[in-house]
């Protein structure tokens, strides 16, 4: 069978490829619709990554947890724990960093197997890409690049204060670094010097920047572990007045406990920027997730470690809101503590600093080689191996806006990038298991000896011994992840044929009840959070949409647990990593956390996106649409793609 139709397929290729021209003039007219927008790549083969990587893969685990657990970590924490314990959860704070912790690691676990099937950069704009289109992929990659300036630059604007804090206060700081006022704009020196020092740190290399977040790392959780064992010997030496209240351990309730754990829960954000590095570590496949799991493990422990023992050393209300832990060594006579905290704060500044300018070239590279950008931002520097061209854009931009302007403003938009992320990448992982892409596009070297209105008028493609193969769709059935050509076998066994059909008749049939179901799970995530956030709404219409989500999302839940999986998902990308476990139900709870928190950031905070990614829309639609590698490409099932690999 393989001899007799390589050479009729050799006849059709050969043809198909002198056709070329008249077919070329027909793609454009289909790009310019909307199915551009739900165009899909292929995943990266090893090969082909090593062909167009330059990226030095240096990266092991200890540097993945040094690079998450230094991005995770911010100065937020060294004062989110004496608001939160204020306003909303009192002594129970623990329990709420416990719960934030539990969400996050929902999204961690649908990262470590995307990150491990699909071991590239972008993350989450990659990830997007491949399994659910390029318009969502382009507004997530669109939105991580307004998440990753807007929190640069507002963790370097947090250093002068800081700094200050050594000298006695922010205004003996020398003129060079203090803030001042020019032409009525409060300008901060010190916020721009220091996004410029790690821009320059992150152009030597991946390896040595990462050594250098290692170092400030270590020094940040050596501070948080004084805070620890320090508070710990007050506390059993007191003990522990903090939870020795009359309105008991729970004073707001569990509703100021679920409140606590929504502010909380992006203290755990960071480790998606690990997924951004995955061509630049050694063996992706274990490393990724490992680096993951440990990174988030040791950013809960320490966090509920320090939150107990400083809601433990004073009551909640006697907190300072600005000053919490220092505030609380202070009534002990420890007032040389606050050096110790202030150069956790410090580091922990720096840290994050290098954790959100880090992941932004590279997720610019990833959109520029798929020619969503221009062809600037992929460049990759011979001898550091890293996109130099695109970190020094990402940190002029950073420190001009952390010098001109004070984001902290904006803080609720940088979360939109995060959630948005977080939610797509648990949609994803939806469909990689139960609709993994049936259509991928055609690589260039194949696409180019293949006319693309072939396909169109009921063809397909593979390639046979370096041979392009088209054939008529009509005499191939599709089983299982494998099709069936032999016509001629066909036609000795009828039975055969009828069951081929039959199983290629089932087989639709459960993707379309699957897409169903995933899309109305997302509205029905989308109906029970916003009735849930709707406190200005009447009680009884309140509860009935609550009700009507409920139905939506727990009818098709149930829909989707007893449907098969596809089968294609064992070989749906690279094998041999971390497998998301307890799905539907984790991805599906996953979409809820983060939905209900997009939703309640505030009608200002999405006033502000919508502008922000209609901006998006129209470079997209101007310049990425039409610069897009998947313009001309042809679409083939997903198993011939496999084969051209």
Known sequence: MGGGSGGSGGGVANSSSSARSPSSSSSPSRSWGLECLIRRKRVDSADSKRERSQLAKRLSVFDLVAIGVGSTIGAGVYILVGAVAREHTGPALTFSFLLAGTAAALSAFCYAELACRCPSAGSAYHYSYICIGEGVAWLIGWSLILEFTLGGAAVARGMSPNLGSFIGG?????????????????VDPCAAILVFIVTGLLCTGIKESSFFQGIITT???????????????????????GYELPNGYFPFGVNGLLAGSAKLFFSFVGFDCLTSTAEEVKSPQRDLPLGIAISLAICAMLYMLVSAVVVGLIPYYALDPDTPISSAFASYGMEWAAYIITTGTVTALCASLMGSILPQPRILMAMARDGLLPSFFSDINKHTRVPVKSTIVTGLFIAILAFLMDVSQLAGMVSVGTLLAFTIVAISILVIRYIPPPRVSLPTSVEQ???????????IVEEIDAEIIVRPVDDCSFLGQSFLCDRENSDKNPLLEDHNVQGASKEKRRQKIVTW????????VFVLSSAASAKGLPSVPRFMLCGVGVF???GSLFVLTFTDQADTRHTFGHSGGFI?????YLPVACILVNTYLLINLGAGTWIRVCLWLLLGVLIYVFYGRNHSLLKYVVPVPNVTAEDTR
């Open 552 to 554: 939506l999302l727990s």
């Open 219 to 241: 020094t940040n959780i050596g501070a948080m572990l004084f805070i620890c064992l320090a508070g710990g010997y007050l506390g059993f030496k007191s003990g522990w007045p």
């Open 170 to 186: 922010e205004d003996k700081l020398p003129g060079l670094l203090a803030r001042q006022t020019i032409f009525g704009v409060l």
């Open 449 to 459: 000896s293949v006319d693309p209105v072939s396909f169109q008028f009921g063809h």
């Open 517 to 524: 179901s995933i899309t109305i799970i997302c509205i029905g």
């Open 580 to 584: 998301c476990p307890f799905v539907p």
